[in-house]
């Protein structure tokens, strides 16, 4: 932090003489745009649109955004800033800060105070206590210490602020793709970077226009992306990756996820080899008692017989088919799909935990 005093006579201005002119436009659009919603918010956030403004989520009102959370409502994958020493004091335009009058207001202060303050922002101590976060790609600051004097000099027609400058960088455009998808009656806007990271626009009317100036081109959804209806399903729970100020989707992630998915599926699908016993069929067991006794029934009688006359033959006959039968039941031969067998040891295991104490269960399945 700088410890000496600056006379303002000796503060630079901001250099934003490399950037192009439509962005400049963009930066004095956005910290415009923000300066009015405070407006309106002061009278209380019914007027305003949903959560522009600084709802929590209990639906109460919590006074205005601070910066860096109203440019990450609208710009996607907005990043957090990072320990780094400042650029140095300069004198920023008023018209491309973005501020957070919460504390008092213009109209808050009496003769004698606002005196005082317009002697502060004059003096050689203008810069204490303020940090603004300069991005150039967008030229726009956010001002994070200093907020509220943001909107007095709007109001006062004040052309420049003295503050505490650091550098706040934000992907190149050509790292961003945008995706209009849709699922039913529902359509959305999706921008994804470095092929990986998915963030939703919540406000297009503001964010659509403001990316394709920076220029942010739209694609069709890749083939190689994580299908569209998932996507859908995972956005009502995104997770904080990287240094992005708001949540987002890991596709990379998600396809892996989907992918491991997808291969115990196929696990599970896998047939396997079973015997009529071992299948839940109602009357196996009965049917399996029946050719038991004409088994040991015609066994007897063609021991007795010894499989001599007709009765000998009929005797080893009715044993050969019966014994056949048998082992027909008895013997692995069926191919089965083992999600069936999970499906059903898993029901029999809901049963169980969910059954009353004292209740009798039914018998297993054999």
């Given amino acids: ?36 919603i405070d407006m309106l918010g002061k009278v209380g956030w019914g007027e305003l649109t949903a959560n522009l403004h600084g709802l929590e989520a209990s639906g109460e009102w919590n006074g205005p955004d601070d910066a860096l959370t109203f440019f990450s409502k609208i710009f996607p994958f907005a990043l957090l800033p990072s320990e780094t020493e400042p650029l140095g004091v300069y004198q920023v335009p008023t018209e491309r800060v973005i501020g957070r009058s919460w504390r008092w207001w213009p109209d808050h202060l009496s003769g004698n105070s606002e005196e ?17 976060y300069f991005i150039s790609a967008l030229a726009l600051l956010l001002a994070v210490q200093g907020q509220s004097r943001v909107n007095y000099c709007r109001q006062r027609h004040i052309p420049t602020i003295t503050a505490r400058v650091t550098y706040l960088s934000y992907p190149p455009a050509d790292r961003f793709k945008l995706y209009h998808v849709t699922q039913g009656a529902t359509r959305q806007s999706w921008v994804v970077l470095n092929d990986r990271y998915l ?10 226009p403001a990316l394709s100036t920076y220029g ?57 080899k079973m015997a009529l016993s071992e299948m839940d ?25 010894a499989g001599a006359g007709g009765l000998g033959v009929l005797s080893l006959v009715i044993c050969g088919m019966s014994g056949s039968l048998l082992l027909f039941i ?24 969910n059954a009353p104490e004292n ?3 039914p018998p297993a399945a054999q």
């Fill in 1 to 36: 932090m700088e410890s000496k005093r600056t006379e303002p006579a000796s503060i630079p201005l901001l250099d934003l003489s490399a950037i192009p002119a439509e962005i400049m436009l963009l930066g004095k659009r956005l910290a415009d745009t923000k300066y009015q």
């Fill in 116 to 132: 005082k303050l317009r002697e502060h922002l004059s003096g050689p101590q203008a810069a204490d206590s303020t940090s603004y």
């Fill in 199 to 208: 963030q939703a626009i919540h406000w297009p009317r503001i964010t659509l």
């Fill in 216 to 272: 942010v081109h739209s694609a069709s959804w890749p083939l190689t992306f994580p299908p569209v209806e998932r996507i859908f399903a995972e956005l009502h729970n995104p997770q904080q990756v990287e240094d992005f100020v708001a949540p987002c989707l890991d596709l990379q992630v998600l396809q892996e996820a989907i992918d491991e998915e997808q291969r115990a599926a196929l696990l599970s699908a896998k047939p396997v």
């Fill in 281 to 305: 069929i109602v009357n196996i067991w009965p049917v399996s008692m029946t050719l038991t006794f004409f088994f040991l029934l015609s066994l007897v009688a063609a021991g007795v017989t």
């Fill in 330 to 353: 008895a013997a692995p031969v069926f191919l089965v799909r083992q999600n069936g067998l999970r499906r059903r040891k898993r029901d029999a295991e809901e049963l169980a935990e």
């Fill in 359 to 361: 209740a009798e269960l």
